[in-house]
């Protein structure tokens, strides 16, 4: 029998994000193995390997933000918001920086890479949307099954909820 360590339980991702993840990497995945062959047939390899490198900067730039959201989400969940919106503006200001720094590369070409991008793209929001419509994931936690304490303390008389009492018929 194996037992956790505290470290290793920070660590795990809850079972529904790993499933979302694992289902938006696959077809992605998929896409890039596709791409280089494609690439290859309409222009050779330097077009095969920017299509393929197309398609791994948008499995990396998909698949990092949803990671350290799936981290934040588990560890710090009132925080989500915020750090969605951090994760983005990181996320496009890298792929601005990557674009500015690879526009004029003689080693890539820039129409294959861009269709891998848009190859990347489909592929994982494709995935991630099949993903979350097949998980069933709570959005509300039910309270505990424990009768709550009436809201006047330990002594005063529960309220009866306008539902449950009792209607009177007027002559």
């Known amino acids: ?8 339980e920070r660590l795990r991702m809850q079972s529904n994000d790993a499933r979302i993840i694992r289902g938006a990497a696959i077809p992605t995945a998929v896409a ?12 050779g390899t330097d077009t095969a ?3 393929v490198a197309g398609v791994l900067v948008a499995g990396a730039f998909f698949g990092s933000g949803q990671l350290v959201l799936a981290k934040v989400a588990q560890r710090w969940p009132d925080l989500l918001m915020g750090a969605a919106m951090a994760v983005y503006v990181a996320k496009v200001g890298i792929l601005m920086i990557l674009t500015v720094l690879l526009r004029d590369a003689s080693f890539l070409d820039g129409r294959a890479f861009g269709a891998g991008v848009m190859a990347g793209l489909v592929a ?5 949307l099949w993903s979350n419509l097949r998980v069933k994931t709570a959005y509300v936690v039910p309270e505990s099954a424990e009768p ?22 007027l002559p």
């Open 1 to 8: 029998m194996t037992t956790s360590t505290p470290r290793a």
């Open 32 to 43: 890039g193995i596709l791409a280089a062959p494609a690439g290859a047939v309409t222009g």
């Open 49 to 51: 390997l920017a299509a």
């Open 124 to 128: 994982w929001l494709g995935g991630q």
């Open 148 to 169: 709550a304490e009436p809201p006047g303390g330990a002594g005063a008389p529960a309220s009866v909820p306008s539902s449950a009492a009792p209607s009177r018929k």
